[in-house]
């Protein structure tokens, strides 16, 4: 794994599958991972802790 830190060349830090990957487009993409584990975690979604993710003995 590379330990460099990738810097921006014109906004962009590459392409991945055809996606420009700007510093807005990893903006995003942690708010949505942040709001997602928020709503596992009260139970909103399920795979994380709350009233769906219970086992039934």
Known sequence: MNKEIPKPVDRSYGEIDGVEITEDVIARLVKNAEEGSRARRSGL?????GPMSRRVQ
């Open 45 to 49: 979604l399920p795979g994380g802790p």
